[in-house]
């Protein structure tokens, strides 16, 4: 099997899909081309990818439903791609639990920026890290050394690159208010406005997911006017 990362571009735009595959495989990643849905299952089944640019408006299943279906089924990266700017497909995409998104027309380096920053978060290293310890909240264990979360029962939620960059941030500084600057600067690795609602997004899906009662959360607090706080007692 080759060494090169393996990325899927999937675009029902034939010129969009040559385009970005050229531009890839001379940067030395393995390409591989879908114009829907059906064609970007049989790749992964096939071959599964390290990364996958996905198109939100596809004839079919669309991206949105894609994003939902690979990350139950699959460990990688997902960019969406969407048109002109729609912050409603921004904020589904990330909810169905996408890495990051980019805009149609997109600059190429730009792109692969973008590739390049999911790819390291979602493959990083934990050797890498100099410190590290367990911190532990409600039922739940985090790992800041090899950026894992376990619960009580030895079970680990699936949980995207963005959302482990938040938790990571977090429970480095547990007990103490992360402003949402601090957070977006940390966890987006791409360009952002004070109007950037991805964190709030990503905030929400992480209560989902560890807390007994998302509504009501004790974990994962709001500080009011400066961001979120992770509290490892709640009593």
């Known amino acids: 099997m080759s060494s ?3 990325i899927v571009v999937v675009d029902d735009d034939p010129e969009i899909l040559d385009a970005v595959g050229e531009y890839l495989e001379l940067r030395r990643f393995r390409v591989s081309l879908a114009a829907d849905g059906n064609e970007m299952q ?3 089944r096939r ?3 390290d990364l996958i640019l996905l198109d939100v408006g596809l004839p079919g299943t669309d991206g949105i439903q894609l994003a ?7 460990q990688c990266g997902i960019i ?15 909810e169905m639990g996408a890495d990051d998104y980019v805009v149609k027309p997109f ?14 978060r979602v493959n990083a290293n934990p050797s890498q890290s100099q410190e590290g310890g367990i911190v532990s909240f409600g039922k739940w264990h985090f790992d800041t050394l090899k950026r894992s979360l376990t619960s009580d029962e030895g079970s680990s939620p699936e949980l995207s690159a963005g959302e482990l960059d938040i ?6 500084n547990p007990n103490s208010p992360v402003s ?10 791409r360009d952002w406005s004070p109007l950037d609602r991805s964190i709030d997004v990503r905030i929400t899906r992480l209560r989902k997911k560890l807390e007994q009662d998302p509504t009501k959360p004790k974990l994962i607090r709001t500080a009011r006017n400066i961001g979120y706080i992770l509290r490892t007692k709640t009593s």
């Open 107 to 120: 600059n190429f380096r730009e792109l692969l920026a973008r590739i390049n920053s999911v790819l390291r």
């Open 4 to 6: 090169k990362r393996h």
């Open 68 to 74: 939902q279906q690979i990350k139950a089924e699959y």
């Open 47 to 49: 071959d599964p990818a």
């Open 42 to 44: 049989e790749i992964m």
């Open 167 to 172: 938790l990571a941030v977090l429970a480095e």
């Open 180 to 189: 949402r600057h601090t957070l977006l600067e940390e966890s987006s690795h």
């Open 80 to 94: 969406m791609v969407t048109g002109h700017g729609d912050p409603e497909d921004r904020v589904l995409g990330l």
